[in-house]
Nanobody
């Protein structure tokens, strides 16, 4: 079992930045692919970014490429999402998720563990 707790959300103006953190506990964090997803009001949860267990490979949704950066510190059991040049359409609840390596990094269904989410609101 892996427990995930997100933090760092808040209200920011368009063009601003936020850094989300996800602290993991339980099983060996470094064995897991970690991802960030988001869900806006009235919309389905969608993939944002993922990072492999060693942090060698990263994957991003087209909507955030060049603005968001996912990273991890396995010594601290933490994964981060640095969000720059934020837009009002980035407003959503952001969720951290974990899965064992392999498979489809973009698919919500493949992630076994989820945090409770943190709200990000971007004003225009």
């Amino acid at each position: 079992q892996v427990q995930l707790v997100e933090s760092g959300g808040g209200l920011v103006q368009a063009g601003g930045s936020l850094r989300l953190s996800c602290a993991a506990s339980g099983r060996t964090f470094s064995n897991y692919v970690m991802g960030w997803f988001r869900q806006a009001p009235g919309k389905e949860r969608e993939f944002v970014a993922a990072i492999t267990w060693a942090g060698v490979r990263t994957y991003y949704a087209d909507s955030v490429k060049g603005r968001f950066t996912i990273s991890r510190d396995n010594a601290k059991n933490t994964v981060y999402l640095q969000m720059n040049s934020l837009k009002p359409e980035d407003t959503a609840v952001y969720y951290c998720a974990g899965k064992l390596s392999g498979g489809n990094y973009y698919s919500i269904k493949e992630y076994d563990y989820w945090g409770q989410g943190t709200q990000v609101s971007v004003s225009s």
